[in-house]
């Protein structure tokens, strides 16, 4: 792999340029950099990642806040397994896996599991939805609101939810923890196109989080299909949690 980075940089150097680590300056460039600002140097989070896939958002979470404490939500059993091999492969510190989908309400739901894990969904595939439905999984589906009642968790720092389309429903399973203002962040993909059938629109997630009294940030990592914006994730903060008149939950749990 050196060798491969070391080819192509001469490559591009030969042609006049070079290549630079990239170090977000600007709000809106990437999630991470925003949360960091906007938190300051505050690094013992409580994080919840829902629809962790293969770990990816875990490890650049913890790469950014290396003291915090993290759960990660995946209903798929095969990508659960490699979730938790993963974990243990980056030996990812005060990572605790779970084995469950998250929505509004809990109950036993069919995934719908694609060829490719993360267009995987509890939706069914529309006309913009990439790959193939190769198997369906009967598996148990929580709310966030009793999940923390359990675990004896007041206040989440981030919530990062990524679930193809189901991410409105991760929301309302939320409710009284966003009303009460318990979660400080919140990062949640949003599709505009006809990814999935019935996910909900961008304007309606928009007004159910302003509603409670969070704030957009930004939009971050824009996708496209046939020319049109087709799904992006959108950072929003609490304006407590902003102001510094919420503490946070200094990584209990």
């Not at 989070?45 to 806040?65: C, H, P, T, Y």
């Not at 659960?80 to 309400?105: F, I, M, P």
């Not at 993360?118 to 369906?136: N, V, Y």
Request: proline letters at 4%; hydrophobic letters at 35%; aromatic letters at 12%.
């Amino acid at each position: 792999m050196k060798r491969v980075k070391e080819f192509v940089r001469q490559s591009i150097r030969s042609a006049g340029y070079d290549l630079v680590p990239f170090k977000p300056t600007h709000m809106g460039e990437s999630p991470l950099h925003d949360i960091h600002t906007l938190i300051g140097p505050k690094k013992s989070l409580l994080i919840f990642d829902v629809g962790a896939n293969f770990g990816q958002s875990a490890r650049e979470f913890k790469g950014m806040f290396a003291d915090s404490s993290i759960h990660c939500f995946e209903p798929s059993p095969s990508t659960y397994a490699q979730l938790e091999k993963n974990c243990a492969a980056w030996r990812l510190k005060d990572v605790t896996t779970w084995n469950n989908g998250v929505g509004s309400q809990n109950a036993k739901l069919t995934l719908l599991e694609n060829e490719k894990p993360d267009m995987s969904s509890f939706l069914s595939p529309d006309e913009f939805c990439d790959g193939q439905i190769t198997k369906k999984s009967e598996v148990d589906v929580i709310t966030l609101d009793e999940f923390v009642a359990k675990q004896d968790i007041s206040f989440i720092d981030i919530l990062k939810t990524d679930t193809q389309g189901y991410d409105s429903e991760v929301l309302k399973g939320a409710e009284g923890l966003l009303r009460d203002g318990r979660i400080g962040m919140v990062l949640t993909e949003v599709i505009f196109s006809k990814q999935y059938v019935g996910s909900a629109p961008f304007d309606e997630m928009f007004r159910f989080l302003t509603e409670r009294d969070y704030s957009l940030v930004a939009f971050y990592k824009q996708h496209f299909q046939k020319r049109l914006l087709s799904w992006t994730d959108m950072l929003f903060i609490n304006k407590k949690y902003m102001e510094g008149t919420v503490q946070g939950s200094d990584a209990q749990g």
